[in-house]
């Protein structure tokens, strides 16, 4: 399984590169808005993004009608040939994916729960469809279930061009847990989950341990 930073940050972005860890990165308005971003900045701000990681940036189209979510991914596309043109799982949506594909732009489908809307989205051209995991958990529902069943949907196919799918709104360690076992393709995780998957409280102990007895070899 790949892992993707789901931030806007470029502090945290530089952190998980310099672990050696980080295959790709997917922003969305909230998260730029979060890094404290602004419009003006938006491009360059996404250009240092790709300049930091080697992999798929994804920046999210915010127009609602197909011809302008066009023209938005064409430009979002133009900063840098890194960046995926993000777009919501709806029929304008879907619309300007079958478009955005056929220019050549690759597409993240986002905002997307079930398993039709990820097989609308895989036939409609996405290279990637995002399934949230966490936000189907918020409404009683079980995320890490509807996950499954997208990547089992999705894998019993060939939709004629490479589909992969990214496991986003990450809420924990365990998340990031089941969709490894599930061999889902990429789980894109906040930098304070990629933290939490480094820690381990026997680890913290061990080191504690072998310092504290290195210690003793030192005073010996
Ligand atoms: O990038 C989209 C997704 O990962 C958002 O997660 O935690 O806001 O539901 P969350």
């Not at 997208?150 to 490479?162: E, I, K, L, R």
Request: proline residues 5%; charged residues 20%; negative net charge.
């Amino acid at each position: 399984m790949k892992l993707f930073l789901d931030t806007a940050d470029i502090a945290e972005i530089e952190e998980a590169a310099s672990w050696g860890i980080l295959a790709g990165v997917t922003t969305n308005p909230t998260l730029y808005a979060r890094a404290g971003g602004t419009l003006s900045e938006f491009p360059a701000h996404i250009k240092r993004i790709c300049e930091i990681v080697d992999g798929p940036v994804s920046a999210e189209t915010v127009s609602l009608v197909r011809d302008e979510i066009i023209s938005e991914g064409e430009r979002l596309a133009a900063i840098d040939p890194r960046v995926v043109v993000k777009v919501p799982t709806m029929p304008e949506g879907l619309a300007a994916t079958k478009r955005l594909a056929e220019l050549n732009v690759r597409v993240n489908m986002t905002l997307c729960f079930t398993v039709p809307q990820a097989i609308l989205a895989a036939r409609a051209g996405a290279a990637y469809v995002s399934p949230f995991v966490g936000r189907f958990d918020d409404i009683s529902e079980d995320g890490i279930a509807q996950l499954a069943q997208v990547v089992q949907a999705v894998s019993n196919y060939d939709f004629g061009h490479d589909v992969e799918v990214i496991a986003a709104s990450i809420r924990s360690a365990n998340h990031v847990t089941q969709a490894a076992l599930m061999g889902v393709d990429i789980a894109t995780v906040p930098f304070k989950i990629l933290e939490q998957c480094v820690k381990h409280p026997l680890t913290d102990r061990g080191i504690e341990s072998f310092l504290s007895d290195w210690e003793k070899v030192k005073n010996s």
